[in-house]
């Protein structure tokens, strides 16, 4: 730990040297919240727009994503029970509006010869 607060120190002492040297005084970021915000905003509308020119709902899409979105979150957590239950309510909405089913991804088996744990002949 004293290790990692030492190189911090060194740095910050670096920097500082280096600041000086170039006449530069340290700054905070700014940037206007409202426009974030905005922005954000913006970018909703744009996508709600989007979906309803498709001829889609966009309060669905909005539910499946953000329940996506939980489910990620969940298995991300090892929350496996949780993500499965997320996952079986994500395929239940799809199937009640008639959008395409979640189905495994099945990879095909090969089977050779010789492939195998062999047992001694004793």
Do not use: W
Request: positive net charge; hydrophobic residues 35%; charged residues 35%.
């Amino acid at each position: 730990m004293q290790a990692l607060i030492s190189i911090s120190e060194y740095r910050r002492a670096k920097q500082m040297e280096y600041n000086e040297k170039h006449g530069i005084t340290p700054q905070t970021v700014r940037r206007a919240v409202q426009e974030s915000l905005h922005t954000i905003l913006r970018g909703r509308e744009i996508a709600s727009s989007v979906i309803n020119e498709a001829g889609g709902n966009f309060d669905l899409t909005e539910l499946l994503r953000e329940l996506e979105d939980e489910m990620q979150r969940a298995s991300a957590n090892l929350e496996f029970e949780r993500a499965a239950l997320l996952r079986d309510q994500i395929m239940e909405v799809k199937s009640g509006t008639g959008l395409t089913k979640i189905e495994p991804k099945r990879r095909p088996m090969k089977y050779t010869r010789g492939n195998g744990r062999r047992r001694s002949r004793v």
